[in-house]
């Protein structure tokens, strides 16, 4: 007896061996980041800096396909308010986390304005063509932490972050930014500048570090009265001990 197979079998047959072809050609996808994390460290009393707080405005509404987020986060310096100017929005935690950036990086010390790209990356944060190189250098690195960030209720979010890189030691780090920000200067190097800003950094903490790749964590939020919620984002991110690369970030609104 002849053996045969039916005509519309045949073409199913036909069809699956072509589907199983293209996907053993086809390449392996890139790996694809969640955010880009980019610092400015400013202050209000540097005439130099408001052509970076423009950018890093600029910077927190960007998305492209190799892009898909960039977290903007402006801490405000406090070593310019002896000049005649005291920033509202500085705190000395901020310049601490200059200095520590400054060392790593072997430089002769902090200065303003800075930009800092996940971490691993820094220049002078009003060049917006090496920021937009840095931040697709940065979005070409495969991501070694996941961060999920979901509201228990208004005032309670919960974070839970998992590692890649089994036993690395990280840390994870809560910011708390408003955008929509104005000041009216009236003394120091901005004097009779009314200045604008966005992703200013109004709490940062340390949650804790990773345990065995996982951390997870109920974290209570205390929005201060003054703050506007709706123009507030909650950051979360995990950085590698001693301040280098940030392996993984996300960003949500406060709740209304």
């Known amino acids: 007896m002849r053996n ?3 005509w519309p079998l045949g073409i199913s047959l036909f069809a699956a061996v072509v589907l199983l072809g293209a996907v053993a050609l086809r390449p392996p996808t890139e790996p694809v980041r969640g955010a880009v994390v980019v610092e400015l ?11 970076a707080d423009e950018l890093l ?11 898909p987020e960039v977290i903007p986060l402006g801490f405000h310096v406090d070593y310019w308010d002896h000049q005649g100017w005291r920033d509202r929005f500085s705190s000395h935690a901020y310049t601490q986390r ?16 800075q930009m800092v790209v996940d971490g691993d990356i820094q220049f002078v944060g009003s060049d917006s063509g090496r920021v937009q190189n840095s931040i697709l250098q940065a979005a070409a690195r495969e991501q070694t932490a996941e961060v999920q960030l979901s509201w228990k209720n208004p005032a309670i979010l919960l974070v839970r972050v998992t590692g890649r890189a089994s036993g690395a030691s990280a840390d994870v780090h809560l910011a708390i930014t408003e955008d929509n920000l104005s000041n009216k200067v009236a003394a120091g190097e901005n004097d009779g500048r009314e200045l604008h800003h966005s992703a200013v950094v109004r709490e940062f903490r340390l949650l804790g570090q990773l345990t065995q790749s996982q951390f997870q964590k109920d974290v209570p939020l205390n929005v201060q009265p003054e703050w506007k919620k709706q123009d507030l984002h909650v950051v979360v991110f995990v950085q590698s001990a001693g301040g280098h690369n940030i392996q993984g970030a996300a960003s949500v609104g ?3």
């Open 4 to 6: 045969y197979v039916s």
């Open 41 to 51: 460290f400013t202050s209000e009393g540097c005439s130099s800096c408001p052509p």
């Open 57 to 67: 405005a600029r910077l927190g509404r960007q998305r492209t396909k190799s892009v």
């Open 98 to 113: 200059q200095e520590a950036y400054a060392s790593r990086f072997r430089l002769d010390g902090p200065y303003t304005p």
């Open 254 to 256: 406060v709740p209304k």
